[in-house]
């Protein structure tokens, strides 16, 4: 009898893990949606669509996608593109980069940091080279920006979203 209440008790467990991943990853996409209210691309103004790029097909891609199906960023449909090469980054207007190190994540920062390209990840691997990263503080849902990032891009970004976020300084 033992043994199943174990196993009942590590059940329960993962679902609550799952349900917190799915909130997580749900307030991770409405965080996205408003960042682009406090920030300007400048090239943006003629595109129909706004376009973002993930490299990993993963659960957060899958409730960013579905996220976006009912709402615009911008007044305009949100339309999604995987990166599976450098080639892929063209018309992005944002690149939402994993939580694990890859070649492909690092080679994306170096093309198109300084391309008008939003980067947004939820790693500590990247957080010096995004303008936006995401992480948990207090079981909270946080995020950092990085002003150099965003002046290096040509990205406008307004002092109310900066001054809602940690500062992330580059040595």
């Known amino acids: ?46 595109d129909d669509e706004f376009t973002i790029g993930y490299i990993l097909n993963d659960e957060f891609a899958d409730n960013l996608i579905d996220f976006f199906s009912s709402n615009q960023i911008k007044n305009k449909k949100v339309a999604f593109k995987q990166i599976k090469s450098l080639g892929d980054t063209i018309g992005c207007d944002i690149i939402y980069l994993p939580e694990c190190k890859c070649n492909l994540a690092d080679n994306v920062i170096r093309k198109c940091r300084s391309n008008q390209i939003l980067l947004i990840s939820h790693s500590d691997f990247y957080n010096h080279d995004v303008h936006l990263n995401f992480f948990i503080e207090n079981n909270r849902l946080k ?18 979203l900066l001054r809602l976020s940690r500062i992330v300084r580059n040595n």
Not at 11 to 37: D, G, H
Request: cysteine-free.
């Open 1 to 46: 009898m033992k043994p199943i209440k174990i196993l009942m008790l590590l059940a329960i467990q993962l679902m609550i893990l799952n349900l917190v991943s799915v909130e997580i990853n749900e307030l991770k996409s409405a965080y996205i949606e408003k960042f682009t209210r406090f920030i300007e691309w400048p090239d943006n103004q003629l």
């Open 143 to 160: 995020f950092e920006s990085n002003p150099k990032a965003f002046r290096e891009s040509g990205l406008k970004v307004s002092y109310h």
